[in-house]
């Protein structure tokens, strides 16, 4: 509690308060901000298995750097970087003119799950065929989807 005779303080706005005291705060919010407009522009201009693998590392002056966790979706990147750079300067994202794209783990929880698809019914088909014709059990059990084979007697 203050004492009776201290002079009364008002409250500041937030915008007020990072201007003049939290510059470094409102700087790193700043930047923040501009990594998320950009993660979200990156993810309109990728397709999607490839925006769920791509993260923005940090942004050197003209220089935007991507990571990713998989070898070929940085291959796959680093072909495509020249319509990349236009398609984000078509999307109004200025001042980048080079991307770097570097692969590394990415944070946990960031990639999405595998999910496994499930066989169109010409390869469904093919299977049951080849279970059919190969005459073995165990082949036949696995395909047919028990995953175990019968026990033999």
């Known amino acids: ?27 790193l919010l700043a930047r923040a901000r501009e990594y998320q407009r950009l993660e979200q522009v990156l993810g309109r201009l990728l397709a999607p298995e490839l925006a769920a693998l791509t993260r923005i590392a ?23 970087s020249q319509r990349l750079l236009q ?6 994202t200025t001042g980048i003119a080079e991307l770097e794209v570097r692969v590394a783990p990415l944070p946990a929880g960031t990639t ?11 390869a469904r088909q093919a299977l049951d065929r080849f279970a059919r014709d190969s ?10 989807g028990s995953g175990k084979p019968p026990k033999r007697t």
């Open 58 to 80: 940090v942004r050197h002056e003209a220089r935007l750097v991507l990571v990713t966790s998989s070898a070929a979706v940085a291959a796959r990147l680093r072909l495509d």
């Open 87 to 92: 398609d984000l300067a078509e999307a109004g």
């Open 135 to 144: 005459g073995d059990p165990e082949i036949e059990a696995i395909i047919r």
């Open 1 to 27: 509690m203050s004492p009776p005779d201290a002079p009364a303080r008002r409250a500041r706005p937030v915008n007020e308060w990072l201007r003049t005291r939290g510059a470094g705060f409102g700087e």
């Open 112 to 122: 999405p799950e595998r999910t496994r698809r499930p066989l169109s019914p010409a």
